[in-house]
């Protein structure tokens, strides 16, 4: 079993950037698929990223080009760093992970969840 805890949200004007972190808890983080979702109000969870366990790494379309997930296994701690955010990026995104898994961009293939973080871009 896995714990997640998401850091890094906040406020940000449109155009600016931030790194949000995902520390997971337990000795078996290499073993997993993480994945990065985001929920905004009245709208359902939507796939933002994805990274294997080797490092290939998947997108959705409205962050490619924009996003970039990446993990450190040393430290049990997956990334996302987000560059010229739009405030339709604005949502509490979520960490996941999939034991042994593919990257899959279906919330449902992950086990774990993090609470979320909330990102917020104005306008």
């Known amino acids: 079993q896995v714990q997640l805890v998401e850091s890094g949200g906040g406020l940000v004007q449109a155009g600016g950037s931030l790194r949000l972190s995902c520390a997971a808890s337990g000795r078996v983080f290499s073993s997993y698929a993480m994945g990065w979702f985001r929920q905004a109000p009245g709208k359902e969870r939507e796939f933002v990223a994805a990274?294997?366990?080797?490092?290939?790494?998947y997108y959705g379309d409205s962050v490619k080009g924009r996003f970039t997930i990446s993990r450190d296994n040393a430290k049990n701690t997956v990334f996302l760093q987000m560059n010229d955010l739009k405030p339709e990026d604005t949502a509490v995104y979520y960490c996941?992970?999939?034991?042994?898994?593919?990257?899959?961009?279906?919330?449902?293939?992950?086990?774990?969840w993090g609470q979320g973080t909330q990102v917020t871009v104005s306008s």
């Open positions: 996941a992970a999939e034991l042994y898994g593919s990257g899959s961009s279906a919330s449902y293939e992950y086990e774990y």
């Open positions: 990274i294997r366990r080797s490092g290939s790494t």
